[in-house]
């Protein structure tokens, strides 16, 4: 906690570093008295540990022009509440014009994709084979790694950043991660029926870019703003 500002650290930065004159720092507890310029959904509240606003060139996770918007929100292990974060996170995509033509389906599959992976796979460190037993082995496992002091304890972080031309997701678990080139392609015929990979597979055909750190913890994904239909002209 920095000047009662909470943050989480996760590898060279947090939120705290930024150094934007504009920046606006804020306890969870604190959100919804942000100015309105750092309003978040309020769906989301309960999940933020910092918000703000500062101009491009800040160091932040992508290089663009203008005013860029910033968040951080931190998840534990509890896969219901998934859908509940991605509902907000669609919110301010619509809010920032991201979305502009009312479908949100790829990008909300995309996101939930990543999300159930980082605190199934990544925290947990439960094995999608398990769902070819055919049982209830894959849930179980998940319910008892939740309770475990091993993997319980561990955080889903997700930095936000929207600017005028995309929204960028970063999110990171604290889990062991894997070796991306491992993951089997899910369209060989030889794996048509198993379901490893199926989740990066249309992470990447939903996203415009889908990359993961060497570790194999973090996936950033990006989603740029859509583009208006242009109007027919008068003759």
């Known amino acids: ?18 150094t934007c004159p504009s920046e606006v720092r804020v306890h969870s507890s604190e959100v919804e008295n942000c100015d309105i310029g ?11 540990v910092s918000v703000g ?21 931190v998840l ?12 907000g996170l669609l919110e301010e995509c619509v809010k920032q014009k991201i979305l502009i033509d009312g479908d949100d389906f790829k990008v909300r599959v995309a996101l939930e994709e990543a999300l159930l992976n980082a605190i199934i796979h990544g925290n947990l460190e439960v094995s999608s084979t398990l769902r070819e037993q055919g049982d209830d082995s894959y849930e179980q496992a998940i319910s008892e790694r939740q309770q ?3 993997f319980r304890d561990r955080k889903v972080t997700i930095d936000c950043e929207f600017c005028s031309e995309k929204a960028t997701f970063q999110i990171q678990d604290q889990g062991k991660g894997f070796d991306v080139s491992d993951i089997p392609d899910p369209t060989d015929p030889d794996y048509l029926d198993r379901p ?3 989740g990066l597979l249309l992470m ?5 870019e889908v990359v993961y750190n060497d570790r194999g913890n973090c996936v950033t994904l990006v989603k740029k703003a859509d583009t208006p239909n242009d109007e027919p002209s008068g003759s």
């Open 53 to 73: 606003e500062c101009s491009s060139g800040d160091g932040g996770m992508s290089e663009t022009n203008g005013a860029v918007r910033r968040f951080k929100l």
């Open 38 to 48: 750092c309003e978040l959904p309020a769906i989301l509240h309960a999940f933020a």
């Open 196 to 198: 490893c990979g199926r």
């Open 148 to 150: 475990s002091p091993a």
């Open 76 to 87: 534990d292990n509890d896969k219901s509440k998934v859908s509940e974060v991605v509902d």
């Open 204 to 208: 990447r055909a939903f996203m415009d």
């Open 1 to 18: 906690m920095v000047d009662g500002v909470t943050t989480i650290r996760e590898g060279s930065r947090t939120f705290a570093d930024l």
